[in-house]
């Protein structure tokens, strides 16, 4: 099969197709074809060795892709050959086949295409455990919530799950077009992303009192002034750095503010505690599933390219102006 391998820590120009053996499905795995697999900013970092995870050299990156079953390994019961299906893996995407354990595959509907599926697990599934987890941010119908990057992935995800939740949504986007895709998509008001008018701008839409909730994968100054923004017993969610800078909490306003910090890293549930997770992480992408039919969910793609575009790809999902997902379609 036709595959990128990371041979060393690189950027997405080093990317090159190379054959590799197709994967033998082991013990409770499936074996894709691959249809679909997605392009990330957090994948740009781990092929640069800069991720928090490093695979050991050498490898297939991508971690989400979306194909149709052909192989079952010993003990997988759950699909059979032929099931449209979408995976979360640890590494492997980036090719014509792919295997993954059995508690990591979803099935997707029959009217969802296998690039949008590829959205449900690298933004929506995300974004919507931080809104509803209660050890994250557990937000009721009729609370307002801030979110941040609303023209990115989990932003955009986090404005139509906020919608379909009753949520008042308060979106920060960095262009005219991103608030206006925002206000599209389920937020009810969208602002610049200028951490020095952050506060009086909330504070003039909530009447003073702050949001209930901060969901916030850019960090950096915008995380710092988002808890200025909370109201009491409120409580914000860091979910990504893609400003680049990673903030730090001061602690007295946790303190003086009655406010909570709760971080979401969802690998740990899909990856390192896959078993005693499943239900609870499957329940999420159900749940999509059916919001999917009820036409209460529309993933945008930005882009799609082939397996040796990929430096493409990347330049795509780097591009700031970019409003929705890219994906590569070996």
Same mark, same amino acid.
């Given at each position: 099969?036709?595959?990128?391998?990371?041979?060393?820590?690189?950027?997405?120009?080093?990317?090159?197709?190379?054959?590799?053996?197709?994967?033998?499905?082991?013990?409770? =795995?499936?074996?894709?074809?691959?249809?679909?697999?997605?392009?990330?900013?957090?994948?740009?970092?781990?092929?640069?060795?800069?991720? =928090?995870?490093?695979?050991?050299?050498?490898?297939?990156?991508?971690?989400?892709?979306?194909?149709?079953?052909?192989?079952?390994?010993?003990?997988?019961?759950?699909?059979?050959?032929?099931?449209?299906?979408?995976?979360?893996?640890?590494?492997?995407?980036?090719?014509?086949?792919?295997?993954?354990?059995?508690?990591?595959?979803?099935?997707?509907?029959?009217?969802?295409?296998?690039?949008?599926?590829?959205?449900?697990?690298?933004?929506?599934?995300?974004?919507?455990?931080?809104?509803?987890?209660?050890?994250?941010?557990?937000?009721?119908?009729?609370?307002?919530?801030?979110?941040?990057?609303?023209?990115?992935?989990?932003?955009?995800?986090?404005?139509?799950?906020?919608?379909?939740?009753?949520?008042?949504?308060?979106?920060?986007?960095?262009?005219?077009?991103?608030?206006?895709?925002?206000?599209?998509?389920?937020?009810?008001?969208?602002?610049?992303?200028?951490?020095?008018?952050?506060?009086? =701008?909330?504070?003039?839409?909530?009447?003073?009192?702050?949001?209930?909730?901060?969901?916030?994968?850019?960090?950096?100054?915008?995380?710092?002034?988002?808890?200025?923004?909370?109201?009491?017993?409120?409580?914000?969610?860091?979910?990504?750095?893609?400003?680049?800078?990673?903030?730090?909490?001061?602690?007295?306003?946790?303190?003086?503010?009655?406010?909570?910090?709760?971080?979401?890293?969802?690998?740990?549930?899909?990856?390192?505690?896959?078993?005693?997770?499943?239900?609870?992480?499957?329940?999420?992408?159900?749940?999509?599933?059916?919001?999917?039919?009820?036409?209460?969910?529309?993933?945008?793609?930005?882009?799609?390219?082939?397996?040796? =575009?990929?430096?493409?790809?990347?330049?795509?999902?780097?591009?700031?102006?970019?409003?929705?997902?890219?994906?590569?379609?070996?």
């Amino acid at each position: 099969m036709r595959a990128l391998l990371v041979r060393e820590w690189t950027t997405p120009e080093g990317l090159l197709p190379a054959d590799q053996p197709i994967p033998v499905p082991g013990p409770r =795995q499936v074996l894709i074809r691959v249809r679909a697999a997605a392009v990330s900013h957090a994948l740009s970092l781990l092929i640069a060795g800069r991720y =928090q995870r490093k695979p050991p050299l050498p490898f297939i990156p991508g971690n989400t892709a979306a194909g149709e079953v052909v192989a079952c390994g010993a003990g997988a019961t759950r699909f059979r050959p032929g099931a449209r299906v979408l995976v979360a893996i640890e590494y492997g995407a980036l090719a014509e086949y792919a295997a993954a354990h059995e508690a990591n595959a979803y099935a997707i509907p029959d009217s969802m295409d296998f690039a949008r599926a590829t959205a449900l697990n690298t933004s929506y599934n995300s974004a919507l455990a931080a809104l509803t987890w209660p050890h994250v941010l557990g937000v009721a119908e009729g609370q307002q919530l801030l979110v941040h990057g609303a023209g990115g992935g989990v932003g955009s995800a986090a404005c139509e799950i906020g919608r379909n939740l009753g949520v008042t949504v308060i979106a920060t986007a960095g262009t005219e077009a991103k608030r206006e895709h925002a206000l599209a998509n389920g937020a009810r008001h969208a602002i610049a992303s200028d951490p020095a008018a952050l506060r009086a =701008q909330v504070m003039a839409l909530t009447g003073g009192e702050g949001v209930h909730a901060v969901l916030d994968p850019v960090g950096g100054a915008l995380f710092r002034e988002s808890l200025r923004c909370l109201r009491p017993e409120g409580r914000i969610c860091p979910i990504g750095f893609a400003g680049g800078q990673i903030p730090d909490v001061a602690a007295n306003l946790l303190l003086v503010k009655n406010i909570a910090v709760c971080g979401l890293y969802m690998g740990w549930y899909k990856i390192d505690a896959r078993d005693a997770q499943e239900a609870r992480v499957r329940a999420l992408f159900d749940r999509l599933g059916t919001w999917w039919m009820q036409a209460r969910l529309s993933p945008l793609l930005a882009a799609r390219f082939p397996l040796d =575009q990929v430096a493409e790809a990347f330049a795509a999902v780097l591009d700031r102006d970019r409003i929705g997902h890219v994906v590569v379609e070996p």
